[in-house]
């Protein structure tokens, strides 16, 4: 760093105890401050980014907490609306030396002129997306933008007086890229900034452009937690066809109205397959949809379906799935008349819960 041994030179404005410091540091890296590796989430379905969030690896055990609290709702939301298209999740990596935060006013729009923002993708008219973040929460903003709405982990949505947009610290020119960006994959890249594909199928590339350990606290954040919301959407779409089934099957067969049932936790239910006796049960609810329709005498009714897994305590302590079949008539005086309450155990053990009527 310094070529005069001496420290002589009169051209440097500093002490020679100021040097021979600086010069410690130059050849030791200890000395530096260890920078964090972070990353991006966004969540695409058919190409379009529907939610962007991020991580930071120095603190994932606490950080998964807090990401399944605050997005739990929204992937499974996204899951569930949008079962039948394309539905990925990708990672941007980044370190604190290479983004700045370019601060948005309560009387200012966001203007990109000068600036790099971070590129998260594009909405449904093909508008460009920045991160965006206020102080507890993320957001993806188009160009000009000076009112964002927020939604903290409790759902409770604000509008704060100002927030910021993340971009480059530096000019792209003036950045010396990871020599792993250039491999096939990369996607909205913002200088050498850009996106990779993590879920379902990773990109080999993640390999190379950051530690194995990193990677693996990034993927623990968010795997997991997709993989429980695929599988909640597929298990909520095939009950949907189910309540879709019933509610044709008893609209043509004309069931009578039965009698109301409780059902607590634990409860006392009949054993599977007829055979007598009792056994204690926790019941789970798994799922539980709700429709609208008229009946032959034109009142609003609100068809329900719920499906529940029973984990026997006593008896032959096995898993039974029951679903119940509820009809609610709606009437001015906003009282129920009797609900129709169908419920038929499944095949004993784990899987698609089976119906018979």
């Known amino acids: 760093m310094f070529s005069d041994e001496s420290f002589s030179s009169g051209h440097f404005p500093a002490t020679l105890d ?29 190409g379009v980014c529907r939610y962007v969030t991020k991580g930071d690896s120095d603190n994932a055990a606490s950080y998964r907490c807090a ?21 990925c999740i990708d990672i941007c990596l980044y370190s604190d030396d290479k983004v700045i935060s370019v601060e948005v006013g309560d009387s200012d729009s966001f203007d990109a002129t000068g600036h790099f923002p971070i590129l998260t993708g594009y909405d449904e008219s093909g508008r460009a997306l920045y991160f965006a973040h206020s102080d507890f929460a993320e957001a993806s903003v188009v160009e000009g933008t000076s009112f964002v709405a927020f939604a903290d982990k409790f759902w409770t949505m604000s509008a704060p007086n100002r927030f910021w947009v993340m971009a480059l610290r530096f000019d792209p020119s003036d950045i010396l890229a990871h020599p792993a960006s250039s491999i096939e994959g990369a996607m909205d890249p913002t200088g050498p900034l850009h996106w990779r594909r993590l879920w379902p199928v990773e990109d080999p590339a993640l390999q190379f452009l950051t530690r194995e350990k990193v990677l693996a606290r990034f993927k623990s954040m968010m795997s997991l937690l997709l993989d429980q919301c695929a599988q909640s959407a597929t298990r909520r779409s095939d009950c949907a066809e189910e309540l879709d089934r019933v509610v044709s099957y008893r609209s043509s067969q004309r069931c009578p109205d039965v009698g109301k049932e409780d059902y ?18 926790e019941t789970t609810c798994i799922s539980k949809i709700s429709k609208s329709r008229q009946n032959s005498r034109g009142e609003d009714q609100t068809v329900s379906l719920e499906i529940k897994e029973n984990k026997g305590f006593g008896g032959e302590g096995k898993n039974t799935f029951h679903i119940i079949f509820l009809i609610r008539t709606n009437i001015k005086t906003g009282e129920m008349n009797k609900h129709s309450m169908c419920q038929r155990p499944a095949l004993v053990g784990k899987g698609k819960p089976q119906r018979n009527i």
């Open 67 to 87: 990401i399944r609290q605050a997005t739990s709702e929204i992937p499974e939301t996204n899951f569930q609306q949008f079962l039948n298209q394309d539905i």
């Open 264 to 281: 607590g936790n634990p409860q006392m239910t009949g054993l599977p397959h007829g055979r007598r006796g009792y056994e204690q049960v």
């Open 18 to 46: 100021f040097c021979a410091r600086a010069n410690r540091l130059s050849r030791n890296p200890t000395y530096f401050i260890q920078l964090r590796d972070r990353c991006l989430f966004r969540l695409m379905v058919g």
